[in-house]
Every structure is written in structure tokens, then in C-alpha cells.
């Protein structure tokens, strides 16, 4: 069963940076590489967003207009390790970052991007969560 472990949260002012990881783990049918990789996150008292995700290449990435131009994504498939570098922290980037991977790119991107007009299959591999918090 694979598992997600996100590492790398804390906190930090405004204007900030910090960068998350997601080691990945349990592989049997499938290797990491065969997997698209996203982020999410919730807010105290808010819905969780989507924030970012990856084709399994590498070569196709998606971010939400909140985070476009400040937080990267990125994936070290030797390592199993996924990454979100997040700059220009604002207090509103506060909550707990969730790792997410789906075989199908198009099921991931459809929940963080909110494509698609009816609801996609759900995601079944997720982390535990590694909590941010920007203060201002």
C-alpha cells in the first residue's frame, strides 16, 4: 500500500519561504514515476483547495491562480520525494498542506483545479498533513 509523509511545515513571517516534502513509500504494482502528484491544503474552518499538481513526467504542472508565480512544484522520482517550494508566503497560505498521487493526471488536476463538470473519482493515496502557518 503506498504511502505519503509530508515533512517540512512550520512557521514563518510574511514574505517567507519554505519548502514542503512528500516521501513516498509501499510501492508494488506500481513505481513512483507511474503517479501524477499534487498538493492540497485546509484552512482552519475552510474547505480543502487544491494548490498544485504534476504529471507523472514531470513535464505538465497545474497551480491554482492563489499560488500561480509564487509556489513551484516539483518531483525527484529517484528519491520518491515530492517537493512544493513555496515563496512570498502570505497569511492567507495558512493551513495544513496535504501530498496526494493519482495514477490518472486528469482525475488529480480535476479536484485541484475544480475542472470537469460533475464530481471526479475520489483520491485514495494521501499523506497525514504538515502544518504552515505565515504570521503577518
Known amino acids: 500500500q503506498v504511502q505519503l509523509a509530508e515533512t517540512g511545515g512550520g512557521e514563518v513571517q510574511a514574505g517567507g519561504s519554505l519548502t514542503l516534502s512528500c516521501t513516498a513509500s509501499g510501492f508494488t504494482r506500481h513505481n513512483f514515476d507511474d503517479y501524477a502528484v499534487g498538493w492540497f491544503r485546509q484552512a482552519p474552518g475552510k474547505e480543502r483547495e487544491g494548490v498544485s499538481c504534476?504529471?507523472?513526467?514531470?513535464?505538465?504542472?497545474y497551480y491554482v491562480d492563489s499560488v500561480k508565480g509564487r509556489f513551484t512544484i516539483s518531483k525527484d522520482n529517484v528519491k520518491k520525494t515530492l517537493y512544493l517550494q513555496m515563496n512570498d508566503l502570505k497569511p492567507e497560505d495558512t493551513a495544513m498542506y496535504y501530498c496526494a498521487a493519482d495514477l490518472n493526471l486528469s482525475i488529480l488536476a480535476d479536484h485541484i483545479m475544480g475542472w470537469g463538470s460533475t464530481p471526479p473519482p475520489p483520491i485514495n493515496i494521501w499523506g497525514q498533513g504538515t502544518q504552515v502557518t505565515v504570521s503577518s
Open positions: 504534476m504529471s507523472w513526467s514531470g513535464a505538465t504542472t
